[in-house]
């Protein structure tokens, strides 16, 4: 199984992450779960209880935050988090159709769409955020999609990230990770969990940095909580 592809694993939804939290607990005749692989429309195949990895809760607070204008989310199909705190300011992308049609909330616009290849203009957005999204982007795709970001963000434009901290995997067995999550927002309390392949090196917030300030932003802020962080980034105006 490739791991990290774009698209291989859908944030998990409700059943799958009753199932594979009944795997990871050791429940009476949970023996399989069957995530998403390779493309959409294609058959999902079990993934054996043996090659999963159940991380501790994440505990990840999402204050709200200005942004003026619109906001491209990348990846805001799922449970939609930034849709449902941002609303008819959002403009939500995902490679996957169905994850967008499942969002909650309200968000301004719902495009199927790739962000290593934008078909946005230059300098059209104000604000950017990526919600526990680069964890299911190939490592190898992370620089090509902070390219696309740094182009449709207009100078003095920000990038917002949250995500997991993918420590070094020490059992080659356990090749999929999973996250209980436990989002905590102004007004509501979501409680979702996400599935993805484990990369087979350490992945956690300096990589990010590395590549953010490579394309030309700059850092802001970051936070490094327990198993995820969170990256404030800039576009420096001319």
Known sequence: ??????GHMRKTKAAAIILLAGLTAGWPGASAISLQEKKPEEKH?????????????????????????????IGGGGEGVIGQ???????????LKRELEDAP?????????????????DDDFSTATVF??????????HEQVFKELFRVLAPGGRLLIWD????????????????????????????????????????????????????????ITQKEHEGWFFLELMKLKD
């Open 105 to 121: 909330g309200k968000p301004l616009l719902k495009i199927v769409m790739d962000a290593r290849d934008l078909k946005f203009l």
């Open 45 to 73: 195949k079990p993934i054996s209880a043996e090659r999963i990895y159940r991380f501790p809760p994440l505990n990840v607070v999402v204050e709200d935050f200005p942004a003026p204008g619109l906001i491209l989310d």
């Open 164 to 219: 997991v901290i993918f420590p070094r995997r020490v059992d080659e067995k356990k090749d999929v990770a999973f996250f209980p999550l436990k989002i905590k927002l102004p007004n509501k309390e979501i409680n979702t969990g996400y599935g993805v392949g484990w990369p087979e090196n350490e992945q956690g917030m300096d990589h990010y940095i590395a590549l953010a300030k490579k394309v030309g932003f700059e850092v």
């Open 85 to 95: 705190l941002k609303h008819q300011q959002v403009v939500a992308i995902d490679l």
């Open 132 to 141: 526990f999204t680069f964890m299911y982007i190939a490592a190898a795709d």
């Open 1 to 6: 199984m490739a791991e990290g592809e774009y």
